[in-house]
């Protein structure tokens, strides 16, 4: 099924955005591991809406855990938990039941199902379904934690406005923490300010814009992954590709590698406190499919917003005649701000996934 991923952590999520609920299934997690429900839900408000910058939409996103979880500690059954879609509009969608929204899953859908799919607020193929994976995450996260092992993301990049970058050699476990609790997920405040200002810009312009999220992996051993097929590019890139909007990945120093003479892009090896470590990381963290001990660091890019209140161009697919269009609902001007955890969230179902199966 295409809505499940992983190995040895099997991630199954289901739900629409207008429908009673979305959830999540995960096989494989490990008897006895403590889960703490307020960190969970701490995970979950850095993707809720309702800001200045996000969607109006705005869910308690409260996940219920029907199985797997017993006292606080995961039973070694498969977990399933359901989030309640509470604050749905579908009369927003009435206008376009027929007419498929540019840069929206609404057409090839349409000729894949007939017709029979759930098209408000994109149904399947909407950014609700990353809630589920969030919860995921949070997990994921927790367990990892205790292993060593730290995931985190910011918003690198909006509206041509940068970031401050993690260290790719050695990231600072304070800015990690620091990134969790902001109301707006960059490193430089004032950077985040000019985001925040530019994308609040694009909203009352009836518009959207892009953004890029950086993500690090510290903590991981080298020799983690496998060749070919099964790197740990391609598995985290198939599960990063699950959330809506991301357009391309890279990892490393990505595709300025291509800039790069051999000399400037190899990263030497050295000695520091008797371990093996590059010098510098251009690398990402991985080389040749599997995990160097060095950071991983890789970059998602988000295009903007596709549902956005300029008239645009459609076509009407009862007549067949072109009509215009101007998208109702609520949306996120820049998808990539609420993206971040979701990313983080990606990032260490895999990971952990990965580390199971060593």
């Known amino acids: 099924m295409s809505s499940e991923n992983g190995q040895n952590i099997k991630l199954t999520v289901f739900g629409e955005s207008h429908a009673s609920a979305v959830g999540v299934v995960i096989e494989g997690l490990p008897a006895g591991e403590a889960i703490d429900e307020e960190q969970i839900m701490q995970f979950m408000r850095r993707r809720m809406g309702g800001k200045a910058w996000s969607t109006p939409r705005k869910e308690e996103d409260k996940p219920e855990f029907l199985c797997g979880l017993l006292g606080g500690r995961t039973t070694g059954a498969a977990l399933c938990a359901i989030i309640r879609n ?3 509009r579908p009369a927003d969608y009435e206008n376009m039941k027929n007419i498929p929204r540019p840069s929206h899953a ?12 759930d098209r408000s607020g994109g149904g399947q193929f909407s950014g609700r379904l990353t809630a589920p994976l969030c919860v995921a995450g949070a997990i994921s996260e927790q367990i990892l934690a205790r292993k060593g092992i730290k995931v985190a993301a910011h918003l690198s990049r909006a509206a041509g406005i940068d970031d401050t970058p993690f260290d790719p050699c050695n990231p600072d476990n304070g800015i990690f923490d620091k990134l969790k609790t902001k109301l707006f997920p960059t490193i430089d405040d004032k950077a985040g300010e000019e985001m925040t200002k530019k994308i609040i810009e694009a909203k009352e312009s009836l518009d959207s814009v892009g953004g890029i999220v950086e993500c690090a992996v ?9 060749p070919i097929f099964g790197s ?8 990063i590709f699950g959330i809506g909007g991301v357009r391309g990945i890279e990892f490393g120093a990505g595709f300025s590698a291509a800039d790069m003479t051999g000399s400037v892009h190899n990263d030497p090896y050295c000695l520091i406190d008797d371990k093996i470590k590059t010098v510098t990381n251009n690398h990402g963290g991985i080389i040749g ?3 160097s001990g060095m ?13 956005i209140g300029l008239p645009q161009r459609s ?6 005649e072109e009509t215009r269009l101007e998208v109702r609902g609520r949306h996120d001007p820049c998808i990539a701000v609420r993206a971040v955890p979701c990313v983080e969230a990606a990032a260490a179902v895999t990971v952990l996934d990965m580390v199971l199966g060593k």
């Not at 740990?232 to 599960?239: G, K």
């Open 86 to 88: 509470s604050n749905i």
């Open 106 to 117: 609404d057409y090839p859908a349409f000729v894949k199902y007939g017709g029979a799919n």
């Open 218 to 226: 510290t903590g991981l051993g080298a020799g983690l992954g496998d």
């Open 232 to 239: 740990v590019e391609s598995r985290i890139s198939s599960m």
């Open 289 to 291: 499919g599997l995990t």
């Open 295 to 307: 950071p991983i660091i890789f970059r998602a890019a988000f295009k903007p917003t596709p549902s």
């Open 315 to 320: 076509v009407d697919l009862d007549s067949l």
